[in-house]
């Protein structure tokens, strides 16, 4: 009962601490807020499964966003959202670069997932490498590649194509 | 686009440092190395220029906020806290407003009242297509339809025969009582009284019947001849699928179809043949000279259309 009532804590400030980080995130990649519901209580049922599961470990954010990573990618690949052609051409051609920057987003969400969520978490959340190491499962030298070619990647979309 | 030095980077080596540049966590000589480079080389001043909007633009993005409600109850999301009446247009049915067990008895009822129907309707039905399939088969098959033509020719030009025929003997049993007797009531008399259904098909006049004759003899070659003989004075075409009679290993069999009538006229020439001797001395051996009967044919077969197997076995 009082290993019950102390997971039970453990999760109402795992939620505390943690939601808006990852619900921003399940919103921000599936570009949806009501798939974002789904995929934030999807994750948030694995961490109570998983605070059921060993009771004794200590949670700390890099392990939240693993597993929040491991539901978003699941839930980005059932709803993937792609642009039309008549889209993506409009993306690339007929905008100035000001109404490019505007429509960042449409950009953004042209990445692969994975970069998608690097960016997120290092660029607009500022979380520290080792975390992210721990939450993707990559090395911090990778990480950085990845994101100077994610960069590189905009940067083309955006400038590049006028 | 800089090539490099031993004291300064080349390209290649900022664009690895990118990250670190973005973050701020350059320090000391790498830093004085890339800001040198950066001076220098305008394609990367662009690219860091470029770099530093990406990430203004996405530092700045605005950031949702967990729903209240979803705090509340994280493991339910919002969409479950909405009535079900929001979704449907008319609200719930009247059968589904109707109680559950209500609801399973009637499916249970209506589900057996379906089985059982299908279960006693299937064989109606099956029988239903075969008999129209075999009437389907009987116009359409051009022998039959011969065979037909020729029966009427036949009946046509031999009434007085017909006539004089239908008094001759029609069993190999008591002579008078055949005569006395109707020719289908006397064949009839033959048959198996139990099978109800053959008279049926008798009745029905559903020509569904084999006639089958055994004759034993000596020579079997000498027979055909008769048999052969027999078939032009019933006038059955030459032509006719089976008259020649096949050669098989201990005897000699024809295997024709002709009209009922004409197979009936056969039956009686061929008991004209081998009449039943009374002496009891030699009753056996001639009761096993010649033996016929008749079945009904189990594969589907035109209307009026009779199969007669005439088998002349080696003695």
């Known amino acids: 009962m009082a290993l019950a009532q102390k997971n039970t804590k453990r999760f109402e400030n795992i939620l505390e601490l943690y939601g808006d980080l990852i619900y921003d995130i399940c919103v921000n990649i599936l570009w949806s807020s009501s798939l974002g519901q789904v995929a934030f209580k999807t994750t948030m049922k694995e961490i109570k499964h998983e605070l059921k599961a060993n009771p004794y470990f200590d949670y700390k954010r890099a392990f939240v966003l693993k597993i929040a990573y491991e539901k978003l990618g699941f839930a980005y690949q059932k709803n993937i959202k792609k642009l039309t052609p008549a889209e993506q051409i409009m993306l690339d051609t007929y905008l100035s670069l000001n109404d490019k920057i505007n429509q960042f987003d449409s950009y953004f969400h042209r990445l692969p997932f994975a970069d998608m969520f690097l960016l997120l978490i290092r660029d607009k959340h500022g979380l520290p490498y080792p975390e992210i190491t721990a939450a993707m499962n990559t090395p911090e030298d990778s990480l950085k590649t990845q994101r100077q070619m994610a960069y590189r990647t905009l940067e083309e979309w955006i400038w590049e194509t006028q | 686009m800089d090539l490099g030095n031993t004291m300064s980077i080349n390209c290649f080596e900022w664009n690895n440092q990118l990250s670190n540049l973005l973050d701020g966590t350059l320090k000391g000589e790498n830093k004085i190395k890339n800001d040198e480079h950066l001076k220098k080389c305008a394609t990367c001043q662009k690219h860091y220029d470029h770099a530093l909007v ?82 389907n088969r009987g116009v359409l098959d051009p022998f039959s339809l011969k065979l037909e033509e020729e029966s009427q020719e036949n009946t046509q030009k031999n009434d007085n025969e017909a006539s004089q025929q239908q008094s001759l003997p029609l069993t190999r049993g008591n002579l008078t009582t055949a005569v006395q007797k109707e020719p289908d009531e006397a064949f009839l008399g033959e048959l198996d009284e139990n099978d109800s259904e053959t008279n049926n098909i008798q009745k029905e006049n559903i020509a569904q019947e084999i006639w089958r004759f055994h004759i034993k003899t000596d020579s079997p070659h000498e027979m055909r001849l008769k048999i052969l003989k027999l078939f032009t004075e019933l006038k059955i075409s030459s032509q006719t699928h089976g008259t020649g009679g096949i050669e098989a290993p201990g005897g000699i069999q024809f295997d024709l179809q002709v009209t009922q009538e004409l197979a009936e006229k056969i039956k009686n020439h061929l008991t004209m043949f081998f009449p039943k001797n009374t002496d009891t001395a030699s009753d056996t051996n001639i009761q096993n000279t010649f033996t016929w009967y008749k079945n009904k044919v189990k594969r589907a077969q035109a209307n009026g259309i009779a199969r007669v197997v005439i088998w002349l076995s080696q003695v």
């Open chain 2, 54 to 135: 990406i990430f203004s633009t996405l530092s700045q993005q605005k950031r949702e906020i967990l729903p209240a409600q979803l705090r509340k109850e994280p493991l339910t999301h919002l969409l479950h806290s909405i009535p079900q009446e929001f979704f449907s247009h008319k609200g719930k049915t009247y059968w589904q407003k109707t109680p559950w067990y209500i609801r399973a008895g009637t499916k249970g009822i209506l589900f057996f009242v379906v089985a059982f129907f299908l279960i006693t309707l299937t064989p109606k039905l099956k029988s239903l297509y075969e008999r129209e399939k075999n009437q």
